[in-house]
């Protein structure tokens, strides 16, 4: 069964910061795009930041440009965020999601495979 696990999540203060990494289990990703999405309660699910396979591309949401940071392994099998300078408005469950190869995208309905899902709380 392909898999997307991500780690990384938990609870944290405003301002501090967070590493998420995705990892897939039953196959490869490396010629993927990798996209991570978050969903906070109630909410629509929210396009955070995403980058080429080759890593040569990456784009973010406005409310986290300057404060996430998308990257790619060595391997380019494995994709964290770093998250810095958390806010409250930050608290949700962050999706890591692959697409096949073609241009980055934001929207959701474009991704082939999700992870479960890992809970990011920033306390005021």
């Known amino acids: 069964q392909v898999q997307l696990v991500e780690s990384g999540g938990g609870l944290v203060q405003a301002g501090g910061s967070l590493r998420l990494s995705c990892a897939p289990s039953?196959?490869?990703?490396?010629?993927?795009?990798m996209g991570w999405f978050r969903q906070a309660p109630g909410k629509e699910r929210d396009f955070v930041a995403t980058?080429?396979?080759?890593?040569?591309?990456?784009a973010y949401a406005d409310s986290v440009k300057g404060r996430f940071t998308i990257s790619r392994g060595n391997a380019k099998n494995t994709v964290y965020l770093q998250m810095n300078s958390l806010k409250p408005e930050d608290t949700a469950v962050y999706y890591c999601?692959?697409?096949?190869?073609?241009?980055?995208?934001?929207?959701?309905?474009?991704?082939?495979?999700w992870g479960q899902g890992t809970q990011v709380t920033v306390s005021s």
């Open positions: 980058i080429s396979w080759s890593g040569d591309s990456t």
């Open positions: 039953g196959r490869t990703f490396s010629n993927y795009n």
């Open positions: 999601a692959a697409d096949r190869p073609g241009p980055i995208t934001s929207m959701p309905h474009e991704y082939d495979y």
